[in-house]
């Protein structure tokens, strides 16, 4: 991880820690395990965090923030992200957050102990990258900051179906 990247992730661990944002995700994590609980066929629920829900300042890259629960004893399954850089962090729980970089799977397993170095909480993907979240026995709960809005944040999927090669959608509207 180079010296920018590190920097980026300090400022957004620091305003994730914040006391103020706590009851706030909080909150929101409550409504995203409810619509896990809803729908138990989804590996994911998720929900956008306001960004002037954090009291400290964010690096001015980022337009976006969400928790993201991952269902427990799952792959939520190849996606990335085309117009946006991910930087997650493990917020509760623990899992392996994979990666696809050239040509095969990269595990980074991650957890939530705050003691541990950021290296360990955190995870940066790039653009194009193909990501999954491979979840142990119990739901992992992460927050996620995106270089893309709400609403312009794309998801791609594989599909192995028809002239397509990824199937497109937002989180935004979604369920």
């Known amino acids: 991880m180079d010296q920018e990247e590190s920097r980026i992730l300090e400022a957004l661990d ?104 950021i290296a360990e909480r955190w995870i940066s993907i790039p653009p194009h990258v193909w990501h999954q979240g491979v979840v142990p026995g119990e739901h992992w709960v992460v927050v996620s900051f995106q270089t893309a809005a709400e609403h312009e944040l794309i998801e791609e999927r594989p599909v192995t179906e028809g002239p397509e090669a990824v199937r497109q959608r937002k989180y935004v509207g979604e369920s």
């Open 14 to 117: 620091l305003a994730v820690r914040a006391e103020a944002i706590r009851p706030k995700i909080e909150a929101i994590v409550a409504r995203v395990e409810q619509k896990l609980r809803e729908s138990p066929d989804d590996v994911l629920a998720w929900e956008p965090i306001p960004l002037d829900c954090y009291t400290d300042p964010l690096p001015e890259t980022i337009r976006s923030s969400w928790v993201f629960i991952l269902r427990a004893n799952t792959t939520t399954g190849a996606e990335r992200h085309p117009n946006s850089h991910q930087r997650m962090m493990s917020y509760r729980g623990s899992g392996d957050f994979q990666t696809w970089p050239a040509g095969k799977w990269c595990s980074h397993l991650l957890t939530s102990d705050p003691t541990a170095p």
